[in-house]
């Protein structure tokens, strides 16, 4: 099977952040193996949502979603098709988004009033509920999106205060199951050669050394795809 690192880092991700023979991960192995791809293809598709610096900001997105999806499914296939929702059927997906924001674009709105150009912004819906529990990369492209307003609104803010306001809709208020959900995204991003990685402070984060990282992620990948 032929994968790029990107694919086969993500996949590693999966398979390091959870316990070994993991029933959801080891059991049907080709979808997780699909799952890690559609990841790769909303990360690829989508570079306006990934608002970090350096040559490595893909990884690091990528570990963010793998993290958040461990977090708010467990990479359960229920959880991923919406046979099983949270907080009240409102919340969907493999990553938990809310409705109706989980079915919606964030939109620029032009209008010219009293010959002045004012823009504004307003959420609008795009998706129907269907199309995002059936498409892994839909759902994390929309997570992506989530995660990025909440860098953007949070410029004051650390990592720790991006995850408070995707878990709780509040960055200012970090709570403990949102840093909780921090500190398993610093020991993912470390277990996956990444430095920089900083709950509190915005940091660079990048690859120590990429080469090595490589054999590493293959080493990891080959057992799971032949064990």
């Keep these: ?28 192995k080709q979808r997780i193996i699909d799952f890690s791809k559609d990841i790769e293809a909303s990360i690829e598709n989508n570079p306006q949502y990934i608002l970090f610096d350096g040559n490595d900001k893909k990884f690091v997105m990528a570990t963010i979603l793998v993290a958040i999806a461990w977090r708010e499914s467990g990479f359960r296939q229920d959880i991923q098709t919406c046979v099983v929702k949270g907080d009240n059927n409102r919340s969907i997906t493999s990553f938990q988004i809310m409705k109706p924001w989980a079915l919606s674009k ?13 823009i504004y912004y307003k959420w ?17 492209e929309q997570a992506m999106q989530m995660f990025s307003l909440n ?20 960055c200012k208020n970090p709570l403990k199951v949102t840093d909780n959900l921090c500190y398993m995204w ?42």
């Design 1 to 28: 099977m032929i994968m790029t690192f990107l694919h086969k880092f993500i996949l590693a991700s999966i398979i390091l952040i959870v316990p070994n023979d993991y029933k959801p991960v080891y059991s049907n």
């Design 106 to 118: 964030k939109v620029e709105i032009i209008r010219n009033i009293n010959n002045e150009k004012i």
């Design 124 to 140: 609008k819906k795009h998706f129907s509920e269907s199309e995002l529990c059936n498409s892994v990369e839909l759902a994390s």
């Design 151 to 170: 860098q953007s609104l949070c410029t004051y803010g650390a990592p720790r205060n991006y995850f408070a306001g995707y878990g709780s809709g509040n």
């Design 186 to 227: 610093y020991n993912l991003s470390k277990k996956t050669g990444l430095e920089g990685a900083n709950c509190y402070k915005n940091k660079e984060i990048k690859f120590v050394n990429k080469e090595k990282t490589n054999e590493k992620i293959s080493k990891i990948v080959n057992s799971y795809l032949n064990g």
